[in-house]
């Protein structure tokens, strides 16, 4: 089996995991593999660019929180390759799986003993007159927001060709299920379960009080563009890829026909929120 490894921006916890992981694979007579990118070197381990990183792989664990499986969906989702998530950040609600059960739980991946959660992603077509389009796999949500300039932008968004609304706002979130519990979630959109064949639809700070969050069908294809005077629109996918958006272009969003396969942890997806966000604990412990 070949292990792949992707590690959080600021490595030093993730750096002396990845020295205690790397030997475990090894002597389990498995292949550990690690990025370029990432300038870690362990004794033993394959070096390969990012590029070739995902055909290199069987699995792929992530030691980092959310933002490091953001990075590894865009290697690794298209080949089919399972994510484990090491939580190493401060939410995670991806990473299902602490420090100390790092071993364990890789060990059951390996078996083929830890069940896969197709988490739906979004296909995110750019098009722009005179150029090829441009298409990005969202895991979390793509965002059209303003760019340094303060101020509110206008953008259409249809459904399956049906206007929804001309919303004027200070941007709009696409989210999938998994990103329903990120920015949409801060922003007020509502919390969607993965599984579900949805995406959500959420203004930022819209200036029609009316303006609501919307859920439509995950095969729905979902069309946004800009009012002709809008300046210094910025569309950005999963916090990964960005590009300016301008008057005349065109953002198309719909289903992914590849999920991100990620191993499961043992709590539900409600047990996390509860962990997580304190769903029911109680502040006032001696009331009745």
């Known amino acids: 089996m ?16 990845l020295e205690d992981l790397v030997p475990w694979v090894l002597k389990e007579g498995h292949v550990a593999v690690v990025t370029t990118e990432d300038q870690v070197s362990p ?7 990012e590029e070739n990183f995902g ?46 059960e790092a071993k364990e739980g ?3 991946a390996i078996a083929g ?17 005179g150029a090829e389009p441009v298409t990005r796999h969202a895991l979390n949500d793509a965002v059209i927001h303003q760019g340094a300039m303060a101020r509110l932008i206008d953008v259409e968004a249809y459904c ?37 064949a949805a995406m959500t639809i959420t203004p930022i700070c819209a200036h029609a009080l009316t303006n609501r969050p919307l859920v439509i069908g995950a095969r729905s294809t979902l069309r946004l563009q800009l009012a002709a005077d809008a300046r210094g629109v910025i569309l950005t996918v999963d916090g990964q890829w960005a590009t300016s958006f301008l008057p005349g272009d065109l953002v198309e969003m719909t289903e992914s ?10 709590q539900s997806f409600f047990d996390v929120m509860r962990d997580k966000l304190h769903w029911g604990v109680r502040t006032d412990k001696g009331a009745r």
């Not at 004794?43 to 660019?49: L, N």
């Not at 933002?67 to 401060?90: E, F």
């Open 113 to 129: 003993k830890l069940k896969c959660s197709p988490r739906m992603r979004l296909a995110v077509t750019y098009k722009r007159a």
């Open 106 to 108: 890789l060990a059951e």
């Open 257 to 266: 026909q590849q999920p991100l396969l990620l191993f499961a942890s043992q």
């Open 2 to 17: 070949r292990v792949g490894f992707i590690l959080k921006p600021d490595k030093t916890q993730a750096g002396v995991l």
């Open 55 to 100: 055909s290199e792989c069987d699995l792929v664990v992530c030691l980092g929180g959310d933002g490091t499986i953001l990075r590894a969906a865009r290697l690794v989702a298209d080949l089919g390759r399972p994510v484990l998530g090491i939580n190493l950040g401060q939410l995670g609600f991806l990473a299902g799986f602490s420090p100390a």
């Open 160 to 196: 399956d060709g049906q206007l929804i609304a001309a919303y004027r706002a200070d941007g709009l979130i696409i989210a999938t299920p998994t990103g329903s519990t990120a920015y949409n979630m801060a922003a007020g959109g509502p919390i969607v379960v993965p599984g579900q």
């Open 43 to 49: 004794a033993g381990a394959q070096i390969v660019p």
